[in-house]
């Protein structure tokens, strides 16, 4: 059975920093391409960061030079590390983890800046 587990989420002032942990079970952790993507209130679910297989990272030009995408394979757990939060960003994060037409989700992890 597959497991992501987000963590990391919480409430911090604009300006602030957070670092968000996904946790994988249940699946060959190296060769999948992991993401974050976010929900805010009304609107669609957005790719914010992936790190593929192979090591290569993009980002959404929205948080460009203030998030960073980390894995660490043999903790099978990849990091979201953000920084100059500002109220914009606040969303439901989640993680993903593709290999081909697969795709997995974990539950999501709240993150909340107040202005």
């Known amino acids: 059975q597959v497991q992501l587990v987000e963590s990391g989420g919480g409430l911090v002032q604009a300006g602030g920093s957070l670092r968000l942990s996904c946790v994988a079970s249940g699946i060959i952790f190296s060769i999948h391409s992991m993401a974050w993507y976010r929900q805010a209130p009304g609107k669609q679910r957005e790719l914010v960061a992936v790190h593929t297989g192979s090591g290569t990272t993009n980002y959404a030009d929205s948080v460009k030079g203030r998030f960073t995408i980390s894995r660490d394979n043999a903790k099978k757990t990849v990091y979201l590390q953000m920084g100059s939060l500002n109220p914009a960003d606040t969303a439901v994060y989640y993680c993903?983890?593709?290999?081909?037409?697969?795709?997995?989700w974990g539950q999501g992890t709240q993150v909340t800046v107040s202005s």
């Open positions: 993903a983890a593709t290999l081909g037409s697969h795709a997995y």
